[in-house]
Protein backbone atom coordinates (compact mmCIF):
# COMPACT_ATOMS: atom_id res chain seq x y z
CA UNK A 1 0.00 0.00 0.00
CA UNK A 2 1.24 3.16 -0.93
CA UNK A 3 1.65 5.84 1.77
CA UNK A 4 0.47 9.50 0.91
CA UNK A 5 3.57 11.00 2.36
CA UNK A 6 6.72 9.67 4.08
CA UNK A 7 7.33 11.27 7.36
CA UNK A 8 9.04 8.87 9.13
CA UNK A 9 11.18 10.37 11.86
CA UNK A 10 10.46 13.45 10.70
CA UNK A 11 8.94 16.25 12.85
CA UNK A 12 7.11 19.01 11.63
CA UNK A 13 6.35 22.45 13.19
CA UNK A 14 2.98 23.71 14.12
CA UNK A 15 2.56 25.83 10.74
CA UNK A 16 2.87 22.88 8.28
CA UNK A 17 -0.07 21.43 10.51
CA UNK A 18 -2.45 23.95 10.52
CA UNK A 19 -1.93 24.02 6.30
CA UNK A 20 -2.42 20.39 6.03
CA UNK A 21 -5.02 19.74 8.18
CA UNK A 22 -9.01 20.74 8.71
CA UNK A 23 -9.44 22.54 12.18
CA UNK A 24 -10.80 19.56 13.67
CA UNK A 25 -8.02 17.19 12.50
CA UNK A 26 -5.66 19.93 13.69
CA UNK A 27 -7.24 19.87 17.35
CA UNK A 28 -7.37 16.46 17.86
CA UNK A 29 -4.16 15.23 16.02
CA UNK A 30 -2.14 17.76 17.43
CA UNK A 31 -3.79 18.84 20.20
CA UNK A 32 -4.96 15.54 21.39
CA UNK A 33 -8.51 16.53 21.21
CA UNK A 34 -11.27 14.51 21.23
CA UNK A 35 -14.83 14.31 18.32
CA UNK A 36 -17.66 14.06 19.97
CA UNK A 37 -19.17 10.54 20.26
CA UNK A 38 -21.34 9.14 17.56
CA UNK A 39 -20.55 12.21 15.10
CA UNK A 40 -17.32 10.56 13.34
CA UNK A 41 -17.56 9.35 9.72
CA UNK A 42 -16.84 5.73 10.35
CA UNK A 43 -18.65 4.96 13.89
CA UNK A 44 -20.74 2.74 11.77
CA UNK A 45 -18.38 2.07 8.57
CA UNK A 46 -18.28 -1.81 7.66
CA UNK A 47 -16.56 -1.08 4.40
CA UNK A 48 -13.38 -3.58 3.84
CA UNK A 49 -10.42 -1.89 3.40
CA UNK A 50 -7.43 -0.11 5.43
CA UNK A 51 -7.29 2.80 7.87
CA UNK A 52 -4.38 5.02 7.68
CA UNK A 53 -3.71 7.76 9.88
CA UNK A 54 -5.17 11.34 8.28
CA UNK A 55 -2.22 13.08 8.97
CA UNK A 56 0.32 10.92 6.80
CA UNK A 57 -1.08 7.94 5.57
CA UNK A 58 0.45 5.41 7.42
CA UNK A 59 -1.57 2.62 7.96
CA UNK A 60 -3.07 1.82 11.01
CA UNK A 61 -5.81 -1.06 10.97
CA UNK A 62 -7.39 -3.09 8.83
CA UNK A 63 -11.25 -3.16 8.40
CA UNK A 64 -11.58 -6.94 9.39
CA UNK A 65 -9.86 -5.70 12.89
CA UNK A 66 -13.15 -3.23 13.47
CA UNK A 67 -15.85 -4.11 15.60
CA UNK A 68 -19.01 -1.93 17.34
CA UNK A 69 -17.99 -1.46 20.61
CA UNK A 70 -21.42 1.01 21.12
CA UNK A 71 -19.12 3.47 22.96
CA UNK A 72 -19.79 6.24 19.89
CA UNK A 73 -15.67 6.11 18.51
CA UNK A 74 -14.64 3.52 16.19
CA UNK A 75 -13.07 0.71 17.61
CA UNK A 76 -10.74 -1.91 16.45
CA UNK A 77 -9.59 -4.80 18.80
CA UNK A 78 -5.70 -5.04 16.71
CA UNK A 79 -3.47 -2.61 15.54
CA UNK A 80 -0.79 -3.10 12.68
CA UNK A 81 2.44 -4.38 13.61
CA UNK A 82 4.90 -0.87 14.34
CA UNK A 83 1.66 1.20 13.29
CA UNK A 84 1.25 2.86 16.72
CA UNK A 85 3.49 4.10 19.71
CA UNK A 86 1.31 3.72 23.44
CA UNK A 87 2.05 6.54 26.01
CA UNK A 88 0.25 6.80 29.88
CA UNK A 89 -2.12 9.44 29.67
CA UNK A 90 -3.43 11.07 33.29
CA UNK A 91 -5.32 13.90 32.01
CA UNK A 92 -8.89 14.38 32.99
CA UNK A 93 -8.11 12.29 36.61
CA UNK A 94 -7.71 8.75 34.68
CA UNK A 95 -5.25 6.26 33.95
CA UNK A 96 -5.54 5.54 30.77
CA UNK A 97 -3.05 4.63 27.48
CA UNK A 98 -2.72 6.89 24.63
CA UNK A 99 -1.93 5.86 20.81
CA UNK A 100 -0.22 7.82 18.78
CA UNK A 101 0.52 7.25 14.66
CA UNK A 102 4.38 6.26 14.44
CA UNK A 103 5.22 7.71 11.95
CA UNK A 104 4.45 11.70 12.26
CA UNK A 105 3.18 11.37 16.09
CA UNK A 106 -0.70 12.40 15.68
CA UNK A 107 -2.47 11.62 19.01
CA UNK A 108 -5.52 8.84 17.53
CA UNK A 109 -7.31 8.55 20.48
CA UNK A 110 -6.59 5.18 23.36
CA UNK A 111 -6.21 1.60 23.83
CA UNK A 112 -7.95 -0.08 26.42
CA UNK A 113 -8.43 -4.00 28.11
CA UNK A 114 -11.86 -4.33 27.98
CA UNK A 115 -12.47 -5.34 24.36
CA UNK A 116 -14.77 -8.52 23.51
CA UNK A 117 -12.38 -10.54 21.58
CA UNK A 118 -9.80 -12.49 21.68
CA UNK A 119 -7.26 -10.36 21.90
CA UNK A 120 -9.21 -8.14 24.69
CA UNK A 121 -7.96 -4.41 23.43
CA UNK A 122 -9.97 -1.80 22.62
CA UNK A 123 -8.67 0.60 20.59
CA UNK A 124 -10.90 3.52 20.64
CA UNK A 125 -10.36 5.96 17.73
CA UNK A 126 -11.43 9.36 16.45
CA UNK A 127 -12.66 9.22 12.83
CA UNK A 128 -11.18 12.54 12.43
CA UNK A 129 -7.74 11.08 12.71
CA UNK A 130 -8.45 8.19 10.50
CA UNK A 131 -9.57 7.44 6.37
CA UNK A 132 -10.41 4.43 4.62
CA UNK A 133 -8.45 3.35 1.78
CA UNK A 134 -11.34 1.15 0.18
CA UNK A 135 -9.85 -2.52 -0.63
CA UNK A 136 -9.57 -3.42 -4.37
CA UNK A 137 -10.43 -7.02 -4.03
Known sequence: MECKENHMNQQHDDTYWKEKLT???YKVLRE?????PFTGRYVHENTQGMYVCAACGNPLFRSDA?????TGWPSFDQALPNAIETHPDTTLGMMRTEIT?????????????DGPTK??????INSVCLDLEHSTE
Open 23 to 25: PEQ
Open 32 to 36: KGTEA
Open 119 to 124: TGKRYC
Open 66 to 70: KFDSL
Open 101 to 113: CTRCGSHLGHVFD
